[in-house]
Every structure is written in C-alpha cells, then in structure tokens.
C-alpha cells in the first residue's frame, strides 16, 4: 500500500520580494592553489579542508576555467574526506561537481561513492556526461551534526582508478527551504530540478540566490501575458521567478502527460515539489482546475491555478521506475492544464554518527601519530564499510569504538593520552610501528582487554594502573625501551598474559 504522507497545498502570500545578495557559503575549487573570482563569487584553493590527495591540471583546450584543476586521491586508499567549518542550525545545499579530464590516463572515469558526514549519499558515475563532454554535479540539503561537516570521496568495488574532485561548494539556504523534512532523520540528493518549456541557459544565481540549478525541459513555450507577476517569495522554497516565464501546457482543456524526470527512478521515497502560476486573466469566466497523478495514483485534486502562484509538495512519495505526470482539467475547466517548475529529491535516510567524544579522542591521537593512515578523516565508525582503517566500532544507534587496530602500519609519532577517552575500548593493538614516548595512564578504559605495544620504541615506565585493570588478559610491552620497575601488581596474575622482553631495561627482572 502507498502511503502518501503530509500532502500540502500552500498559496503564496503577498511578502515582498527579498533582494538578491550573493548566496552565504564557502566555494572550494578543488586542486587549485590560487584564490579565483569567478562570476563575482570568490573560489578558495582547498588544501584547508583536505590533507590527502594531489592536486592536477587537465588539458583538455577550452575548458572553464574553475574546472581545470582537480584533486585525485590513490586507489589504495578507503575514504577521501574534506572537512568545513559549519554553522549550526544551518542548513546547506552541498554541490559537488566532476569533470575527468582523462586526468587517471584512463579513458573512462571511475566510479565511485560520496559520503556525507557518516552518510552514503550516492554513487558518482560520470561516465555518460564525460562521454557528451560534460561536467556531472550533484546536489544534497543537509544539515551539520557538529561543528564541522565532511564531504568524502569513497572507493567502492566498481571503483577503477583514482578517484576525483573538481569542486565542492557549500551554501546556506534560507530557514523556510524545504522545511517540511526531517533534516535529523533525512538528506535530501537532488535527482531532477526543472523549468518547464524553457530552453536557455540554466538558471541560476543571481535569478536564483541560493544558485540552485534549474534545467531547462521541454519545448519553449514562454508566457505571453501576464496579469500580475509572481511573488516567488510566498513560496517557502523561493523558486526564481524566471522559472515562472515558462510552462508545459496545452491550448485545450485536455489532459497533459509527459515522463519527468527523464530517467527511471530507484525503488525508494522521495520529496517533490511542483510549481504553478496562472498567466491569464481569470476574472473574465474562464477558469484552469486539474488534478494532478504520478503514474497513474492521484497527487492533488482540483489543483485551481492562481495568478500569484501555487506550490504542491509531497515530502515522502513512493516512486519506483518511470515517473509520469499527468494534469487532468476537471469539467467545467475551460482553460488547458499548465506547470511551470518542479523538483525532485531522493530522501536519504541519515547514517547517524560515532559518539562525539570518541571522535574527538581519535582526532587528537591522530593528530599524534607523525603519519597516520590516509583514511583517517571524516567519521570514524560511519557509514559501516567506510569505517577509519584499524578503528572497530559498536553496532546500534550508540556508536562507540570498540577496537584499534593498527598493527604493523609504520606509525611514527607518539601515544596522545586522549586514547583513554575511548572508552568502550576493548582492544589496543599497535605492535610493530615506531612509536616513541611514554604509555599514557590507561586506567579510564575499564574494557581494556588487550594492550599490544610491542615492538616499537616506547619510553619510560610502566603505568602501575594497569596492575589495577580486572579485565586486562593481554599485555605485550616486549621490545621496546622502556624502564623502572615492573609493578608488582601485573607480576603473579595467572590469567595475565604479559611479555616484558626481549628489550627493556627494567630495574628489576620480569617474571621467567
Ligand atoms: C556507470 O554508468 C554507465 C553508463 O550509464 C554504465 O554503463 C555503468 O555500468 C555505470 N557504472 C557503475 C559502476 O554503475
Ligand atoms: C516553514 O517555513 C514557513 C515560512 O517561514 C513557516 O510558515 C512554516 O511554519 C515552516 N514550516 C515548518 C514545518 O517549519
Ligand atoms: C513584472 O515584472 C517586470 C520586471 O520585473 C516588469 O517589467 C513588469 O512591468 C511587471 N509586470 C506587471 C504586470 O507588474
Ligand atoms: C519498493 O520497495 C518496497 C520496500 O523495500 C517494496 O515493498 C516494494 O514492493 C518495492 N516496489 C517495487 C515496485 O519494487
Ligand atoms: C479529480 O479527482 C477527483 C478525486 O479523486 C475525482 O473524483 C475526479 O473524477 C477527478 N477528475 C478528473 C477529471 O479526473
Ligand atoms: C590486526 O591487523 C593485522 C594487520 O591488518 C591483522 O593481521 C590481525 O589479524 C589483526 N588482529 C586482530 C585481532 O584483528
Ligand atoms: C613489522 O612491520 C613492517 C612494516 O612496517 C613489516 O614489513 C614487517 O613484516 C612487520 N613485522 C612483523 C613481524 O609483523
Ligand atoms: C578527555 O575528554 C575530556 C572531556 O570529555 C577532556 O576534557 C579531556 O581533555 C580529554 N583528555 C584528553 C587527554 O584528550
Ligand atoms: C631500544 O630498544 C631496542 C630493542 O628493544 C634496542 O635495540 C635499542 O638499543 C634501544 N634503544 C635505546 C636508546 O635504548
């Protein structure tokens, strides 16, 4: 059964209508070195936001110019992830956009994942668009969970060769935006944004002042008169005006079908919201009444179009395969149905996030190790296959890290004393790296099971809480440089498993 929820008519208000200030956000052109200013809207050099990856040139002759640097991240690597300041409660349009350029020396371009926060957003397939000679964007509203919010690149097993970025903008949209969603519980990814019977250019900032895309579809077919322009600030979701100039429509009153979007869709729920506004006088007796169905299942009845505007919305349809439209006149109708604009998102339902101390906690010891995996950016836990590499977390709706990992990685650097904030941790396991300095205090881990340090260069003594620690089964410190006394509350613990040499120099001998 489908369930069509929260279907609302909302008729648009006389609010005058707001100026155009460029939109608020941050635009990052990805690869690049130098700040531009492009259009008048400044692009800033992304090696703030990101530490991996290297940044390249396509040659491709003609190209835009925001479009000829890209970053590139290696193959080998998990999850690629830029990191921006965000401003809570906020809510951003993310754009990211792709142009290959050939920039692998391979002649297709990879397909991979992008991942927002600890959210799988969707796949990246550029393929058809770099066939055409075009560049591939995509859209998503989300709102930040923290003080920051991550945007990765994600290799999957389609994924070929080196994943890349050409940019990636980040742009405020006004509280009323569509705020009919649960933006704790859903993303938005844009899937279709249109205006109808319009063939120009996109449209976009400054007709639009969030610089959302609208693309054109369908044959022209602009508005001859108007009796009154339309107020687009009465619509929550501020559609550009211009998109108004234009509509699907026919002489008659008859009814009006087309497929839109163009391509089937996923068996999955989206949001979608039509844009309407009557462009004859219907003062004089004529009227324009429809109902308007998608495939075929009744989306709004006697839908009555008016001069100052109408947006219908459904915040979650159920749509899987082609999508058809179809706007029936009701009898007694004497005017043809029109439309003017619409947008389509897929929900997506948020991944949640790993508890926010752990998080914190892992980024200082990050921060600590002279060369930590690449990987190690974005959440730690989330989404599940995109996890940080060595970091094994907790399932349900508490997201902890239960388990480190990171035997033999070559890790330099030194122990941050914050891996005791982790404190569901079970097990520590970084034998075999280069890793100097001293064991920090430990005693906050009250699941610590297995400590493995073995083999690396650590100094100073042995912390005498972990004497003190009942759960504590496995501990190797052998082969490293530390000193002191061994405490006499590790020694004679039978179901301790503990390995103090070769290596050290304590001032008393361990245990044969
Ligand atoms: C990417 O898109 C192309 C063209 O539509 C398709 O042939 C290919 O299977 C897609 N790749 C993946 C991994 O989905
Ligand atoms: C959405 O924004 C409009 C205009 O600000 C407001 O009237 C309405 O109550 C908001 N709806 C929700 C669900 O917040
Ligand atoms: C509608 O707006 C345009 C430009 O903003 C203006 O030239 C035109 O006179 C307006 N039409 C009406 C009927 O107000
Ligand atoms: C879409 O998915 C839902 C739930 O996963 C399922 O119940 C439904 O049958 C699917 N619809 C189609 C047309 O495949
Ligand atoms: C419009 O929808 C209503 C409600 O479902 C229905 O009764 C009516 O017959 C429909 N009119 C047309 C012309 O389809
Ligand atoms: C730790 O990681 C190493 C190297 O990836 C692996 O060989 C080992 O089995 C892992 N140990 C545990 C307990 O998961
Ligand atoms: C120790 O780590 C290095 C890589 O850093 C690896 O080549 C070596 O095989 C590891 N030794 C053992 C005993 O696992
Ligand atoms: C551990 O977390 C607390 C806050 O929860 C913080 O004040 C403290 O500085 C952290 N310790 C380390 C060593 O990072
Ligand atoms: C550190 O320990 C290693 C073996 O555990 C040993 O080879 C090395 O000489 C020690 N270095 C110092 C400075 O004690």
Sequence with gaps: MLHFLSLLLLLSSFLPPSLSQPPKGLLINCGATVRSTIEGRDWVPDKDYISTGTSKTIKTPGLLQILSTVRSFPLSGRKFCYTVPAYRPGKYLIRTTYFYGGVNGDEVPPVFDQIVDGTFWSVVNTTDDYKRGLASYYEGVFTPTGRTMSVCLGVNTYTESDPFISRLE??????????????????????????????????????????RFWEPFGEYNPIQSRARNVSVSGFWNLPPSKSFETKLTLPEPKALTFQWPTSSLPNS????????????????????????????????????????????????????????????????????????????????LLGGKTHTKDVIALERLRNSFQNPPLDWSGDPCLPRQYSWTGVTCSQGTRIRVVALNLTSMGLSGSLSPSIANL??????????????????????????????????????????????????????????????????????????????????????????
Aim: proline content about 8%.
């Design 170 to 211: 980040f742009i405020i949209l006004g509280d009323s935006l569509y705020n009919s969603t649960d933006f704790k519980t859903y993303g938005l990814s844009l899937v279709a944004r249109h205006s109808f019977g319009y063939d120009g250019f996109i449209i976009r900032y400054p007709d639009d002042q969030y610089d």
């Design 423 to 512: 404190t569901a941790l079970r097990d520590i396991l970084l034998g075999n790296n280069s890793l100097s300095g001293p064991i920090p205090d430990l005693s906050p881990l009250k699941a610590l099971a297995t400590l493995h340090l073995e083999k690396n260069q650590l100094i100073g003594t042995i912390p005498p809480s972990l004497g003190n620690m009942d759960t504590l089964r496995e501990l190797f410190l052998q082969e490293n440089n530390l000193t002191g006394q061994v405490p006499n509350s590790l020694t004679g613990k039978p179901e301790l498993d503990l390995r103090l040499s070769p290596g050290n120099s304590f001032s008393s001998p361990p245990p044969s």
């Design 269 to 348: 729920t989206y949001y979608i919201a039509l844009y309407f506004a009557e462009d004859s006088d219907t003062s004089s007796g004529v009227s324009r009444v429809f109902n308007i169905s998608i495939n075929d299942v009744l989306f709004i009845r006697e839908l009555n179009v008016i001069p100052d505007g109408v947006v219908v919305y459904s915040k979650q349809w159920p749509v899987a395969g082609p999508m058809t439209i179809t706007l029936t006149p009701v009898s007694g109708s004497t005017l043809g149905p029109l439309i003017n604009a619409g947008e389509i998102f897929d929900l997506v």
